[in-house]
């Protein structure tokens, strides 16, 4: 296993029947040898710094359905809110405070927000932050929506594909969402000229090893600027509630290998890992990752933004995350920056 770890190393790349092989024999031995290579790599790119972005989850109306999603539009238990673009800019003004240079606009796919909207907020946004980045978490749209967008002055864009395994995509959605024109989005952000990231849920429910070697070769192959990965995690509200959670262990697997796949990508270490795991944002940072995005969003909103049980920090103020995150990344060696933290070309 650690020859094909080296050859990983070496080529930024396997096949996909040494992938499998990989993701259902790894050990601790094997772990532990891809975290000291990960991290190696992560340090020539970045030194110790860990980049912060601030979320702010601005809707959770959403007309889509996904089966994992606690906003699924199936989901009536839910108390539906949306911010304000005065919200939202008092939001950015918080996060400025703190250090952050980059903000993340995320929700669901919420036709209030009409283009209209989403420009206007953007285009405040820009001219409020001009030193900052925006990045847009608001799902499927077509190009000129896309463009629009950028133009008015949003820079990066996250969009998982979620598995890139056409049968498994179907299972985990209903039939109003395809595989192919999440890709298809994604292509079209790249040409735009956004930073993209894209990435996918870890044991999400019907997800084998196969499905995961194929994620790992379209990452490859779209050769996105950002890849986010984190642990699937049922919600009680939705078709999934009964399904188990992703594993940790293997997602920090993984981390660890995409770190050697696209060695200078940004790769959050996500929320769902610190919530299986108190101490999964710190073990992501030492598997690879080297990007943290804590909840700026206003306290009151934040519990009812559930995609998954539990999920950590909706109690907390923005001021609060900021210093625990902070100590948590020096508890480790590293420190967090404030820096707008851009995708720099190898
Ligand atoms: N609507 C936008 C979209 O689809 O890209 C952005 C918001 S969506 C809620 C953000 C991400 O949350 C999804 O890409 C998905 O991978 C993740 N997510 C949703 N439900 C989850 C769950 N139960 N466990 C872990 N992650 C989940
Ligand atoms: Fe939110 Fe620790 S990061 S409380």
Redesign the pocket.
Same mark, same amino acid.
Do not use: D, K, V
């Given at each position: 296993m650690r020859e094909l770890i080296d050859k990983l190393y070496k080529n930024h790349n396997l096949e996909k029947e040494e992938f499998i092989y990989l993701i259902e024999n790894f050990d601790k031995d094997t772990s532990e040898y891809l975290f000291s290579l990960a991290q190696t790599t992560s340090q020539e790119h970045f030194q110790k710094e860990v980049y912060i972005r601030g979320l702010i989850e601005f809707t959770n109306y959403?007309k889509?359905d996904?089966y994992?999603?606690?906003?699924r539009r199936g989901n009536k238990n839910v108390s539906r809110y949306r911010l304000s673009k005065e919200e939202i800019l008092s939001c950015c003004q918080n996060g400025y405070e703190l250090g952050f240079r980059t903000f993340v606009l995320?929700?669901?796919?919420d036709p209030a927000f009409t283009d209209e909207i989403m420009v206007d907020i953007i285009k405040a946004m820009r001219e409020g932050y001009p030193d900052c980045a925006i990045t847009l &978490?608001?799902?499927?749209k077509s190009y000129d929506q896309y463009q629009a967008y950028y133009e008015a002055g949003a820079n990066r864009f996250?969009?998982?594909h979620?598995t890139a395994n056409e049968e498994h995509y179907k299972k985990l959605h209903p039939e109003s969402l395809s595989l192919e024109n999440r890709k298809e989005c994604l292509r079209n952000l790249k040409k735009i000229g956004y930073q993209v990231g894209t990435?996918?849920?870890v044991g &999400?429910p019907y997800q084998t090893p196969e499905c995961l070697a194929e994620d790992l070769a379209f990452i490859k192959e779209l050769s996105p600027q950002m890849v986010?990965i984190?642990?699937?995690?049922?919600?009680k509200e939705?078709p999934?509630k009964d399904f188990p959670?992703?594993s940790m262990d293997l997602t920090l697997f993984l981390i660890g290998m995409l770190r050697l796949m696209i060695p200078n990508a940004l790769i959050p270490a996500?929320t769902?890992l610190g919530t299986i795991d108190p101490k999964g944002r710190e073990k992501g940072i030492l598997s690879g990752s080297n990007v943290l995005m804590p909840n700026l969003s206003p306290i009151g909103v934040r519990k009812k933004y559930e995609?998954?049980d539990n999920k950590i920090c909706t109690g907390e103020e923005a001021a609060e995350c900021n210093v625990c995150l902070r100590n948590r990344v020096s508890s480790i060696g590293y420190n967090v920056v404030e820096k707008r933290g851009d995708f720099v070309e190898i």
């Open positions: 959403c889509n996904c994992y999603c606690g906003i995320q929700g669901g796919e &978490s608001i799902g499927e996250l969009l998982r979620e990435g996918f849920m &999400s986010g984190g642990p699937f995690i049922p919600h939705t999934f959670a992703g996500t769902a995609l998954y």
